[in-house]
Structures are given as C-alpha cells and as structure tokens.
C-alpha cells in the first residue's frame, strides 16, 4: 500500500480544516489509500472539537485578525501561523498500532524522528507532546471514526507571536529554529516528516493532490460545518 501525499501549502485555515475531514471521509468511506497532507496556515487558533471557546480570548483574536476555527479532532487550543507545520494523517485503523493510545504515541514517535532527522534532541511526552530542551516543539491529537483514524498535529519551526490569545497554555512552547540554532523552514521539515511516517509506516509515498470528489465534499463541509459560526462557538 502506497501513502498519498498532498502538500498544501499555506491554505485558508477553514478550508484546511475541511479538506482534512474530507480525505478522512475518503478512507473511511471511499477505501482510499493512506493520506497524509502537510501544509500551513495564516495566524490561527484551533479550537479541540470538544473545548469550551472560553478557553480563548476571542476579542483580542478578533481585533487581531486571528482566524478561530474548530477542528475534527479533540485536544486542547492550538495557536498556529506561518512559522508552524501543520499535517494530518488519514488512515485505516488497521495500519496503525492498536488503541488509541497505541496511535497518538505512534503519530508522536514519528515526529520526534523527524525532529531528530533535522538535528534536535527529541523526547516524546505521554500523551501528545514532543520536546526539545523541556520545550514543546509538536502537540498532537487524533479523531477515530469507523475504521479510519485522523492524526494530526503541527511542527514549530518560528516562534509564534500571537500566543496572548490563549487563555490557558500547558507547555512551554520552542521554535526548533532558534533550539538548533538555524533557520528551519517548511521544505526542510515537511521532508523530514514525511520521511518519518514513511518509514514507521513501511510504506512508499506518492505525491498527490486531492480529487474532485474530495475537493467537492470539503466544500460541502466548509459551507455546514467550519464556517459556521454556530459549530465554532456552540460549545
């Protein structure tokens, strides 16, 4: 079994919360391959599918042009921008180590081994952290749904600005650009996380972008669901 690839680039933050339950969707449903999209977004804050929005300041968000969304899986807050790598991997359940434990440390362990690859001292810590240095580099979450599972989780390269936004952080955060003392920028760690999934995966990559059909369900899912203020504040 090959795993698809789809670098997206920096995308509209809704949107990419769309595309990512539209190609969990696809496995689920469609039986399509392995699926792991890499790409990032503009300032954004990322509400857990079960979290209160009082867990962020949304005025100040707001009145900085912070886009507020809600995505598939739990967890907690997640503030991210242009200097974070965000990837999502859909798959069948049955790729991955048994349990839901089992898969979130799975999805860690391969981003330690990215961060590694690229020169840091990686550690994971239980349940969804990656650190270097005792500093937060990665958090991770996932969403099991009949079969498939989402993982997904981001990669800080820059230090991000707009952190004030959360009113509750659990970790101190580092850039791995300033913890290895050099530029390390999306291209960089996209090869590297993808070349971490791949070989915990045993699978070869295929580079790929999404199909019609899946480009059309995100859309149906952006219009219900993502952009609706009633699912990002309802909780």
Known sequence: MS????????????WSAAMDHSLVDSVRLRGSPPVLHIYRRPPTVSLGYFQPSAAIDRGLAESKGIAILRRMSGGGTVYSDEGQLIYTLAIPER????????ALAFACGAVADAVR??????????????LVSGLKVSGNSQLRSAGAVALQGTVILRRPVEMDVLLKRSSEVGA???????NIDAEEASEALLSAFIERLGMESVMSSATETENAHAGSLLRKRYADPDFIWGR
């Open 3 to 14: 795993l698809r690839v789809i670098h997206g680039g920096l995308l509209d933050p809704w």
């Open 95 to 102: 790729e991955l180590p048994s349990g839901s434990d089992a």
């Open 117 to 130: 690859a690229m020169g840091g001292d990686a550690v994971v810590k239980h349940p969804n952290d990656v």
């Open 176 to 182: 791995l650009s300033e913890l290895l003392k050099r």
